[in-house]
Each structure stands twice: as structure tokens, then as C-alpha cells.
């Protein structure tokens, strides 16, 4: 049965909680304080840290806290570390962190003592730092107790001090032309509170990047566009995915109900392919021979299992590839065009070149297979 965390709480607690983050607040430190910080290259930095807490699909109380550590520049994983923890404390906007950060600041202090080598020199966090209702997000709270450098990345904009999501903020996201393109958010008591940033040349949606803690924001901007690979910086990407992954295996072991509900054994059984139908769909390039003529040979025997989950799963399979696409398994058979889009009769789809398959049922619907 889903659980779910308690109400919002008593005035009195929010009346501490505002206190105590007036007080960290004082802490926080909005200036480099690393010689890799003042550097353009950022020379001397080898570990990039990432956060995150994943949901229980139906569970406000079950989640899963995950640390990961990359290398830096090559951005490979060295560390993770996923646990499943229950959430007490309700989300009251404006007081995320301390409803998740209690598991991460645990997750960072594990790391420090097991593998000290290990330490990130910086914390990608998702979320917003001095972007804030009270100038103290979850990115400053994590950085104060850590005292480690911080930053904020959210996905959308928190709307505070006058800055609004409205006409003029869109035709400002429209004229960022290229990957690391960027332009301040003001507020009106006249403060930059952050920057919005396109991370990546396909990218239609910014983020938006505020200081965490012991960092610049113009730092903190440079390093984030240097940690994307796709749009969201990889750091937070990979915690989100393996996140997400150690939930579906722990609850599959531990015999809790799945995140997808049970299909019936109707819904099971695949719609056949049209009768004549070629193994490989006829309009569509052939799945091994794009994988020959690009040299991917690493990439052949993946084939085949792909394209028969493809016929024997339906619309699912779409994900499947997805996951593999996220694993740097697999590369479109198509050449992308704007916005991440595939430029073929199938209209496969991805977003921030493949960060998640999208339009799965209406590619297969083309190839005769739904």
C-alpha cells in the first residue's frame, strides 16, 4: 500500500525551519575559493559530485538518496551510492532540504570516510541555490553542512523577486543560440540571483544555474556547460539514473509491487507484425546496416536483441532502447536534426539527444507493428 508523508507541518516547525536557515544563510560563501575555480580550464579539478533523490512511483515516503562521483574532464563514474530511505518530513515549498538533505549530507560523510580519495571537489545538486524564496535553496543548505562547493541546477524557473516566466523571459530563452550561451536573472531588488544557461546545442529549455556555496556564478555556470553532455549536467544525470535503476532492482528483489502495474495476459500478448512483413520494416533503414556502415562494431550483436524487442514488446521497447541509448549503448540509426528530433519516416524521437525516448507508439504505428 502507498504511503504517504504527513500533512503539512505546525506552524512552529516551519517557524524553526525559517530560523534555521536564516542563520546557515549567514554562512554561505558566493565567491571562488579554489585556484581550479579562477582557472578557465579549470585545472586541478578531477572529481565532479552529483545528487539526487528519486520517488517511489505512488510513495511519498519511500525514495532513493544516490551519490555519484565523476572523473573530471572525461566524466566517467569512479563512486556511487544508492540507498532507499523514507522521507518523514512533508514538502512545504521553500524547505525541500529538510526533507531530503539529511540523507545526502549521510551519503557525503559515508563517502569521506570510506574513500576520502574519492571526495568530490564539487556538488551538482538539482535544485536552486541562492535562487530562492529566502535566498537559501537546497543547493546552499547541502554546501553549508558538507563545506563543500555547491551549485544549483534547476530545470525550471523558481519565480521570486519579481522574476516571471512571462513573454519577455521566452524571448530571451529564444535568442541563446548556441550551447553555453546565457543571460542573468535580475530580480527587482536589482540582485542576480542566477544565470539561465542552454547547456547544449539542442537544447530548447535552459537551466537555471544559481551559486550553492564556496563558488562564483560565473564559475559555477562555465563548470555546469562543461558538464553536459546532454542537458542536464552529467553529474545529476547519472544520480537520476541510477537512482531510478536501484529502485527497480531493490523493489524486484524485495518482492514490492512493481513501478508499472502487472499488464493482463491480453495486454501481454504483442500484436503480430503485418503478414509479409520483412524481419527489418520495409521504409526504415536496416538496424545492422547502419550499425556496418558507421563502423560501430561493437555495436552489431546488439542489434538483433534491440530490433526483437522491438516486435515482441510493442510501445515498451521505445524505452528499452532509450536505456540503452542513457548506457551510451546505442546510437540513433537516424541522423538527428533540430531539437534532438530523428529525421526519418519512423519519427523516432528523443529528447536532449536521448536522455529519454519519446513517440515510441507512433514509430511503431509507421512500422506496421502496433
Not at 525559517?18 to 554561505?28: D, F, G, N, P, S
Not at 536573472?185 to 547544449?200: N, R
Not at 555556470?221 to 529502485?247: M, N, W
Amino acid at each position: 500500500m502507498a504511503r504517504k508523508a504527513a500533512g503539512r507541518p505546525q506552524e512552529e516547525t516551519l517557524s524553526l525551519w525559517k530560523r534555521e536557515q536564516a542563520l546557515l544563510k549567514t554562512l554561505v560563501v558566493d565567491r571562488d575559493t579554489e585556484a581550479w575555480q579562477r582557472d578557465l580550464a579549470f585545472s586541478g579539478l578531477q572529481r565532479v559530485g552529483g545528487v539526487d533523490v528519486s520517488f517511489v512511483k505512488g510513495d511519498s515516503v519511500s525514495a532513493c538518496a544516490s551519490l555519484v562521483v565523476l572523473s573530471y574532464p572525461e566524466l566517467e563514474v569512479m563512486y556511487e551510492d544508492c540507498r532507499m530511505v523514507s522521507l518523514t518530513a512533508p514538502y512545504v515549498s521553500g524547505f525541500l532540504a529538510f526533507r531530503e538533505v539529511p540523507f545526502l549530507v549521510d551519503a557525503v560523510q559515508q563517502l569521506r570516510e570510506k574513500e576520502p580519495r574519492l571526495m568530490p571537489q564539487v556538488l551538482f545538486v538539482d535544485g536552486n541555490g541562492v535562487l530562492h524564496h529566502r535566498g537559501f535553496g537546497v543547493a546552499c543548505h547541502l554546501g553549508v553542512l558538507t563545506d563543500l562547493p555547491c551549485i544549483g541546477v534547476a530545470k525550471k524557473l523558481l519565480q521570486v523577486d519579481g522574476l516571471e516566466n512571462n513573454a519577455l523571459h521566452k524571448e530571451k530563452i529564444r535568442l541563446l543560440k548556441g550551447g553555453g550561451d546565457s543571460f542573468p536573472l535580475m530580480g527587482g531588488s536589482g540582485t542576480v540571483l542566477g544565470m539561465a544557461l542552454k547547456s547544449h546545442d539542442h537544447s530548447t529549455k535552459p537551466l537555471y544555474v544559481s551559486v550553492g556555496h564556496k563558488m562564483s556564478l560565473e564559475a559555477a555556470v562555465r563548470l555546469t556547460h562543461g558538464c553536459c553532455k546532454f542537458r542536464i549536467p552529467e553529474p545529476v544525470r547519472q544520480a537520476d539514473i541510477r537512482s531510478r535503476d536501484y529502485i527497480r532492482r531493490t523493489l524486484g528483489v524485495q518482492g514490492a509491487p512493481a513501478l508499472r502495474p502487472e499488464r493482463s495476459k491480453k495486454a501481454q500478448r504483442p500484436k503480430a507484425c503485418p503478414q509479409g512483413a520483412s524481419e527489418e520494416p520495409a521504409g526504415s533503414p536496416s538496424l545492422r546496416a547502419f550499425s556496418a556502415k558507421d563502423g560501430n562494431e561493437p555495436h552489431q550483436k546488439k542489434w538483433p536483441k534491440l530490433q526483437q524487442r522491438i516486435w515482441g514488446r510493442g510501445k515498451e521497447a521505445l524505452w528499452e532502447v532509450g536505456s540503452q541509448k542513457m548506457k551510451g549503448l546505442w546510437d540513433p540509426p537516424f541522423p538527428l536534426g533540430r531539437r534532438g528530433r530523428a529525421a526519418s519516416p519512423a519519427s523516432w524521437t528523443w529528447r536532449s539527444w536521448g536522455s529519454e525516448a519519446q513517440g515510441g507508439l507512433g514509430a511503431l504505428k509507421e512500422m506496421g507493428c502496433s
